[in-house]
């Protein structure tokens, strides 16, 4: 493996394979987006797709939750880590938006909403095709990225800016790409063998002395 790593060049492959790929969360709008972004945080996106159903049916756009009491949302999402407080920042989310076409799309208006930090706001603009502001760092990106070698750093702000020094605009969906990887073959116990990454890795080169 090389000393000295030209990663906008090697996380191509990796972009190339995720580049389309659709985050997890099985939203049908923007709307639905943000409020299965906000659910999500430190829960499962699994558990986060299984109540939205019900949630959506009784609650189908911002209007509707605008006015809402969070506890008139205990009975539809009481499956989700953090519930209360999760009920309380998207009733006043609604209260401030009021309207689906008035949902932000910019990190700076996004962040200033209760329950959406960084992390949040850069997923809600890659899914809803704005242009990227930042790069999604997640539980797996903090997994990966360090195993890569593209960074040293374990915590989340400084892994983001780290990542929007080294890469164009143009490849600031490694982060997301990252993110698949891991949920797919970059586990914590990882399938290197198969990984379209292990020749630029630095954890597999390890493996290999």
Not at 85 to 107: F, G, H, M, Y
Not at 124 to 151: F, M, N, Q, S
Not at 172 to 185: N, V
């Amino acid at each position: 493996m090389p000393t000295r790593i030209n990663w906008p060049d090697a996380i191509r492959p990796l972009l190339k394979k995720y580049k389309s790929k659709k985050h997890p969360l099985e939203y049908r709008n923007v709307y639905q987006l943000m409020v299965m972004v906000v659910l999500s945080a430190r829960s499962t996106d699994s558990v986060v797709n299984s109540i939205a159903p019900g949630l959506f049916a009784a609650f189908p756009d911002m209007g509707s939750l605008d006015g809402v009491k969070p506890e008139a949302l205990f009975p539809y999402i009481a499956g989700i880590t953090n519930f209360a407080n999760k009920a309380k920042w998207l009733t006043a989310i609604a209260a401030e938006i009021k309207s689906d076409k008035d949902i932000p799309l910019s990190l700076d208006r996004l962040t200033l909403l209760p329950g959406i930090g960084r992390k949040s706001a850069n997923v809600i603009l890659r899914e809803a095709g704005a242009p990227p502001e930042g790069i999604i760092v997640d539980v797996h990106v903090l997994r990966v990225a360090p195993r890569l070698g593209i960074v040293k750093e374990m915590d989340a702000k400084k892994v983001e800016e780290h990542l929007m020094k080294i890469l164009p605009p143009k490849e600031w969906d490694a982060g997301m790409a990252m993110s698949f990887l891991g949920r797919e073959t970059c586990a914590p116990k990882p399938k290197c063998e198969t990984c379209l990454m292990n020749k630029v890795c630095v954890y597999y080169s390890r493996l290999k002395k």
